[in-house]
């Protein structure tokens, strides 16, 4: 059975996460697949954000878009409520460590004045690489407890699958979503495109009638992975997840020894803030390791 590597973020613990040199690095390092995040700004442009509002942890301020911008500073504002102008002033090329427990600022290597990528820009630079070996999992950023914050899940789901088709990647991309509405209408307009149901402990009251078999509710959202967080990963769930006929990809998982413990139970993929331990994990368990993308060459005239 092949296991993957899903690099989360590209590779949050080593490079600032969701951007063009981060995902560059983590693809010259060796993947199976790119998990990054998207959301919609107020020009409905798609953007690599894991947060619905502006990050104080891994953004910050350089200057207004413009010198009367009412907006201005931009940190703590809705994704919505920016547009893609205002989002690339931004400098989110260096980890701020706001929190003294943060394990991502001492490991993660700072790359000042990175600006906020498109998702079409990452579709571009993947296609540039010819990395065809490695899988786009892009991530729907929805809170159907937050409308305000969330853009309208049967819009939001259509403009990603246009952007992959429009870049040839639907067939070798994955769509993700914590809103398993997303996930249903994935399944309608992109019936040939794995679809990952993302489940944790905090957001279970997102999800009506959930019931005791999370793998079955996934399964009848419309997906074909459930990826569940690695607390609620156990032998019961695995067994569950075996009779839905789903796969399950496990995240957040950064110790080897955890790791291990998850390829045990039978999990077929495990994301990974740190994409180097687990290559030495999949060396020790001679599990096939995937290719690194070479790098691209700079051109001479």
Do not use: C
């Not at 590597?5 to 590209?10: F, N």
């Not at 040199?21 to 409905?44: F, K």
């Not at 954000?49 to 207004?64: I, K, M, W």
């Not at 045990?264 to 993929?269: H, I, K, S």
């Amino acid at each position: 059975m092949r296991v993957e590597i899903h690099g989360h973020r590209g590779a949050r613990g080593l490079w600032p996460e969701n951007t063009l040199p981060g995902l560059i690095r983590t693809m010259e390092l060796g993947v199976h697949a790119l998990e990054l995040d998207v959301a919609l700004t107020a020009d409905r442009r798609l953007v690599l954000t894991h947060d619905l509002t502006v990050s104080s942890v891994t953004s910050a301020d350089t200057r207004p878009v413009r010198p009367d911008d009412p907006s201005f500073p931009y940190v703590g504002k809705p994704i919505n409520s920016l547009t893609l102008a205002q989002l690339r002033t931004l400098d989110v090329g260096v980890r701020l460590p706001r929190r003294p427990d943060d394990p991502f600022a001492p490991t993660q290597l700072p790359m000042p004045e990175t600006r906020m990528p498109t998702l079409g820009a990452v579709l571009g630079l993947v296609n540039a690489y010819e990395a065809d070996g490695v899988r786009l999992h892009v991530e729907l950023k929805s809170d159907p407890t937050r409308p305000e914050l969330t853009a309208d899940p049967e819009l939001f789901t259509g403009l990603v699958v246009e952007e992959l088709e429009r870049h040839g990647r639907l067939d070798n991309a994955a769509i993700l979503s914590f809103d398993w509405r997303i996930v249903g209408h994935a399944a309608a307009m992109a019936p040939g495109t794995p679809r990952f149901a993302l489940i944790e402990l905090d957001t279970l009251h997102w999800h009506d009638d959930l019931g005791a078999d999370i793998p079955a509710a996934a399964r009848d959202a419309g997906a074909t992975t459930l990826s569940p967080e690695h607390v609620m990963v156990d032998e019961p769930l695995m067994a569950q997840a075996a009779a839905a006929g789903l796969d399950v990809a496990v995240w957040t998982v950064n110790d080897p020894a955890l790791g291990a413990r998850m390829l045990d139970l039978g999990v077929t993929g495990i994301v990974t803030d740190y994409p180097d331990r687990m290559r030495d994990l999949w060396r020790d368990r001679g599990l096939p390791l995937p290719d690194p993308v070479t790098p691209l060459r700079p051109v001479t005239v």
